[in-house]
């Protein structure tokens, strides 16, 4: 049923008996194909919000039980990952407190830390461990026939653990990361939010802001827009295309990191504008320079493909590929 994948830097060991993943979208998909993939955990269970993703979960076998609730989910896990949108974590960490079995590990994948690590950790019992978490990868597909096993593969997860959380329980955190493909660094809460405001949420803002410039053009028409959008508009849209209710959780709950970064972006925008009105080439090519610089920093680390055109024909390829591995 499954493709063979390369298995080389995986080692089959059991790390968790029983994985709970409560919501099993793009990321708790993806979670749990790449488990499998390295053989790390007795059996994956789940909830969703709705019975029919629980059942495409089920279907797909992502899941091997599907739950209503994710109180019933949570039951007798070692290790509960909650990968909902931000906003429902910590609603969902009340419901489950009275399921978690002492000496679980609870985590999440938000991508922000601070509100999550307010809202979850005063409902996590004494003897649990909570050790919030952040995939740096995805894609702006949702739903769980989106994942797949090699999106962290290389990728970077961040955790963000306190000084008082229980040391082995982030180690066998880093562990896990590791063994789905990601390498792991630990850092503050609200240093995530700074680090991710700048490269992740802004450049998402962005992109919803100019795609939706470009629909209200009056001078030009969406045909045109559309029609051209090879010229660089269509990048922005492949970003603009996530998850709206993923994206709102992220802006209400890092609205400090943001609008600080936010601040920064408008100066340096205004000094771009600026130097365009008043000629001032070498200001311009100034800052282009720099940024091509970074451009090739981030294909150097490994975070990304020097194909033109951002290899972009196997990134699409992607969607389709996942099908076929469970056709
Ligand atoms: P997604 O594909 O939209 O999946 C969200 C999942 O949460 C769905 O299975 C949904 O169930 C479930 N859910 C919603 N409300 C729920 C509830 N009350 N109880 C249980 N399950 C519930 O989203 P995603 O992209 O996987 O994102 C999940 C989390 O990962 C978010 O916190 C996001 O910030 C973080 N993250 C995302 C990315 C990315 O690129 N997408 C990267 C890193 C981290 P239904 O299908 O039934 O609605």
């Not at 962290?152 to 590791?178: H, Q, S």
């Not at 090879?230 to 209710?245: K, L, V």
């Not at 400090?256 to 000094?271: I, K, N, S, W, Y």
Request: proline content about 6%; charged content about 20%; aromatic content about 6%.
């Amino acid at each position: 049923m499954t493709k063979p994948h390369v298995t080389a830097s995986h080692h089959s060991s059991q790390m968790f008996e029983r994985i709970a993943l409560i919501g099993v979208g793009l990321i708790g998909s993806s979670i749990s194909h790449a488990c499998r993939r390295a053989g790390l955990a007795g059996e994956i269970v789940g909830s969703a919000r709705t019975p029919a993703t629980v059942e495409t979960a089920v279907k797909l076998g992502l899941i091997s039980q599907g739950y209503v609730t994710a109180a019933e989910a949570a039951e007798g896990a070692d290790l509960v990952i909650l990968c909902t949108p931000v906003g429902l974590c910590g609603p969902i960490a009340k419901e489950i407190a009275h399921s978690l079995k002492p000496g679980a590990i609870l985590t999440d994948v938000g991508s922000v830390k601070t509100a999550i690590v307010n809202d979850v950790a005063p409902h996590v019992p004494e003897g649990v461990h909570f050790v919030p978490g952040h995939p740096i990868a995805g894609t702006e597909q949702s739903g769980p026939e989106a994942g797949f096993a090699e999106l962290f593969d290389g990728r970077w997860c961040i955790l963000t653990p306190t000084p008082n959380t229980d040391g082995k329980a982030v180690e066998k955190l880093t562990a896990f990361w590791e063994a789905l493909g990601s390498k792991v660094e630990i850092m503050t809460p609200e240093h995530h939010d700074l680090v991710l405001a700048i490269t992740s949420h802004v450049p998402h803002l962005i992109a919803y802001n100019i795609v939706n410039t470009a629909a209200n053009l009056e001078r030009v028409t969406d045909s045109e827009v559309i029609k051209f959008s090879a010229g660089g508009f269509r990048d922005f849209t492949r970003i603009a295309a996530s998850d709206p209710t993923m994206w709102r959780d992220v802006f209400l709950n890092n609205k400090d990191a943001v609008l600080d970064m936010l601040g920064r972006f408008t100066e340096d925008l205004t000094a771009l504008q600026r130097a365009i009105r008043f000629g001032e080439g070498d200001t311009l090519f100034d800052m282009f320079s720099n940024a091509r610089a970074i451009r090739r920093g981030i294909v150097q680390a490994g975070q990304d493909t020097a194909a033109p055109d951002f290899g972009r024909t196997p990134a699409r390829s992607e969607p389709a590929t996942a099908k076929s591995k469970r056709a």
